[in-house]
């Protein structure tokens, strides 16, 4: 190691040790013996490289205090700490173990989106700006709305398509767990102009789904596996269908949290996983790009909060970050600056939403930007 990587290693431990020194004198932290005390090494296998924080120029304190905190959680199940491509922290809580396959709900989007970019680089799609209802033709000549024939790709991508949060009602509430999803692109109202504004459809985001099925001729998972998860050495686990025999592609996807690490670094690598390109780097860029902000109210640290491709983006601290995001608190968070994964799962509290679920959401949110804030 050279003089100037010696000097800014020791500056950057030295800030996050003031950190967690000013922490520990105002009674706000942990003391350094219960730190030192705190396990978060990775089990050696071979489907992840392994470090240290040390060897990756991260504060162990710092990481230490995470999955101390993270202990203290009632609903977390996995905390995964990845930095430039080694598994460097790695634990499991109350329910959570390594084989344990999470249900990730709303990351199936982040997923989802990552297939709709194979499925034109597989040429399957021509494009974003291919219309929605061309892929449904049973539907042409039932539809009132003209503005739906005007909804693109892009749209769905960008949650711009123009249908609304099914929360806003109870009716459309109902629709989303009723499991006969596709004769809904007509029968759902718009509540604005496609492209005009941001608006968190569940249908859209499945929507996007059918679309890949039905262009690439095969279900979701079968696609998915083949050319996403496969590649990455990892595996689907169960991913719920609809009456229609399509996968919700907006939620009930199962994975380790190890292999929804792998999908993480994927993205953090532009694209590529084992000197293999899955999908293109501009489709990573795009997918990447905020094009909706203040998409959403900020969550602890996580401020400014917008929306790519069925990515999240925001702000922790002085870092940008992008993240994939589950209800119940489950995250995949890219923080490209430093190189750097974290990982949540968590009980996806399944049908319950409310306080009685956005306590531990939120409690998972401000884990992982409290850590991330802290980093030099």
């Not at 099914?166 to 109902?174: F, G, I, P, Q, T």
């Not at 532009?270 to 293999?276: L, S, V």
């Not at 996806?348 to 930007?369: I, M, Q, R």
Request: hydrophobic share 40%; aromatic share 12%; with cysteine.
């Amino acid at each position: 190691m050279n003089k100037l990587a010696v000097l800014r290693q020791l500056n950057n431990l030295m800030y996050s040790g003031i950190i967690v020194f000013l922490l520990m004198i105002v009674g706000c932290g942990p003391s350094s013996e219960e730190l030192e005390a705190v396990n978060y090494t990775p089990l050696i296998s071979d489907d992840w490289q392994v470090s240290t924080p040390e060897e990756q120029e991260l504060d162990p304190m710092l990481v230490a205090k995470l999955y101390h905190d993270a202990a203290e959680l009632e609903t977390i199940y996995s905390l995964l700490v990845v930095k430039d491509g080694s598994l460097i922290a790695e634990d499991y809580f109350n329910e959570g173990s390594l084989e344990q396959k999470a249900l990730l709900q709303s990351i199936a989007k982040s997923i989802t989106s990552a297939l709709v970019g194979i499925a034109q680089d597989q040429n399957c799609l021509s494009g974003v700006d291919e219309k929605m209802l061309d892929f449904f033709p049973e539907y042409a000549d039932q539809i009132g709305d003209p503005r739906k024939q005007k909804i693109t790709v892009r749209d769905m991508l960008q949650m711009r398509a123009g249908f609304p949060p099914e929360e806003s009602d109870s009716a459309l509430w109902e629709a989303v767990w009723s499991g006969d999803y596709v004769h809904l692109v007509v029968d759902f109202p718009l509540t604005s102009d496609p492209g005009s504004e941001f608006q968190y459809s569940n249908l859209t985001a499945h929507w996007l789904g059918v679309i890949v099925a039905r262009a690439c001729g095969t279900d979701l998972k079968s696609f998915g596996q083949q050319y996403l998860f496969d590649p990455l050495g990892a595996e689907i686990g169960d991913w719920k269908k609809d009456l229609d025999g399509y996968n919700w592609a907006a939620g009930e996807i199962h994975l380790t949290a190890r292999d929804a690490a792998k999908f993480g670094m994927f993205y953090l690598n532009e694209g590529q996983f084992a000197e293999q390109q899955i999908v293109p780097v501009d489709w990573v860029r795009d997918s990447l790009q905020t094009y909706s902000e203040h998409a959403y109210d900020n969550i602890g640290r996580f401020q400014d909060i917008g929306y790519g491709y069925q990515w999240w983006s925001a702000t922790v601290g002085d870092h940008p970050v992008n993240f994939a995001w589950g209800h119940g608190g489950q995250l995949i968070v890219l923080v490209e600056e430093l190189n750097m994964v974290v990982v949540v799962t968590a009980d996806p509290f399944y049908d319950t939403y409310g306080s009685a679920s956005w306590k531990h959401e939120k409690a998972n949110f401000e884990l992982v930007g409290d850590f991330i804030d802290s980093l030099p």
